[in-house]
């Protein structure tokens, strides 16, 4: 009687092939290609994320479109000089005296946040205290300005 018998260094050796052989296989397949684009797009967007986190960026500061007085929010020079010339017209139009703005060449009025106000130039730039001294004047609420009576 011949017995053979596994020893278990053996047993051990045909482990370590078999998962050497997974991970070879693993390597030359697609699913390596796809695993190594997945895991630089989540790096490469963690790194975007925590990088930008201690940013030294002015906060965002929002104006309201009327305090309890009834008149338009005022914002300061400084507001003003921070932003691009675009932003400095409409805020320019958003601190005027009025709580509503219209223009010269229409019979329309506007909070001095909507889309239609920022478009009045400087010189067409009409500023009432009120929509009543608006309308006294002949003027109507703009359709597109949410809001106005």
């Given at each position: 009687?011949?017995?053979?018998?596994?020893?278990?260094?053996?047993?051990?050796d045909?482990?370590?092939?078999?998962?050497?052989?997974?991970?070879?296989?693993?390597?030359?397949?697609?699913?390596?290609?796809?695993?190594?684009?997945?895991?630089?797009?989540?790096?490469?967007?963690?790194?975007?994320?925590?990088?930008?986190?201690?940013?030294?960026?002015?906060?965002?500061?929002?104006?309201?479109?009327?305090?309890?007085?009834?008149?338009?929010?005022?914002?300061?020079?400084?507001?003003?000089?921070k932003?691009?010339?675009?932003?400095?017209?409409?805020?320019?139009?958003?601190?005027?005296s009025?709580?509503?703005?219209?223009?010269?060449?229409?019979?329309?009025?506007?909070?001095?946040?909507?889309?239609?106000?920022?478009?009045?130039?400087?010189?067409?730039?009409?500023?009432?205290?009120?929509?009543?001294?608006?309308?006294?004047?002949?003027?109507?609420?703009?359709?597109?300005?949410?809001?106005?009576?």
């Open positions: 009687m011949n017995e053979e018998y596994l020893k278990e260094e053996d047993f051990k045909n482990q370590k092939e078999k998962k050497s052989l997974i991970f070879t296989r693993f390597l030359e397949s697609s699913w390596w290609t796809i695993s190594v684009v997945i895991l630089v797009a989540i790096i490469a967007f963690s790194w975007g994320k925590y990088s930008n986190i201690n940013s030294d960026r002015e906060p965002v500061k929002i104006l309201y479109p009327s305090t309890s007085s009834g008149q338009a929010p005022q914002a300061t020079s400084s507001d003003i000089s932003t691009s010339p675009k932003t400095t017209q409409a805020a320019a139009v958003i601190t005027s009025g709580t509503v703005v219209g223009s010269k060449n229409s019979t329309k009025y506007h909070y001095p946040w909507c889309a239609g106000a920022k478009q009045i130039t400087p010189q067409n730039l009409i500023t009432f205290n009120s929509t009543e001294e608006a309308r006294g004047k002949g003027y109507t609420p703009a359709a597109n300005c949410k809001g106005l009576k």
